[in-house]
């Protein structure tokens, strides 16, 4: 059974830094595409970034670039999204997500391409 648990959220202010991550069962991140996407209030879900071990790609949203760097813990199939110097835009519920198309890349990152969803963490940066 394929699941996706994030930790790490929380209340920073404007310039700090919190770093999320997914704990993913059920599947190798060896051959899937795994990342995260957020949703502000009222905003549409967005890609933020992913990243494929088997292609060696990665993706970030033109936003976060410089800021947040996805990364992978080999030994505890976890995922993590390092955010620094955020921002109040950045304030939003961040999902982690899966694409389980075996040995996809990561050029783009649509909601479309998700086949399973986290239930979400919240992150609130203070102005």
């Known amino acids: 059974q394929v699941q996706l648990v994030e930790s790490g959220g929380g209340l920073v202010q404007t310039g700090g830094s919190l770093s999320l991550s997914c704990a993913a069962s059920?599947?190798?991140?060896?051959?899937?595409?795994i990342g995260w996407f957020r949703q502000a209030p009222g905003k549409e879900r967005e890609g933020v970034s992913c990243f494929s071990s088997w292609h060696g790609s990665t993706y970030y949203l033109d936003s976060v670039k410089g800021r947040f760097t996805i990364s992978r813990d080999n030994a505890k199939n976890t995922v993590h999204l390092q955010m620094n110097n955020l921002k109040p835009e950045d304030t939003a519920v961040y999902y982690c997500?899966?694409?389980?198309?075996?040995?996809?890349?990561?050029?783009?990152?649509?909601?479309?391409?998700?086949?399973?969803w986290g239930k979400g963490t919240l992150v609130t940066v203070s102005s």
């Open positions: 997500a899966a694409d389980l198309t075996q040995y996809g890349s990561c050029g783009t990152w649509p909601a479309t391409r998700v086949n399973y």
């Open positions: 059920g599947f190798s991140l060896d051959y899937y595409v």
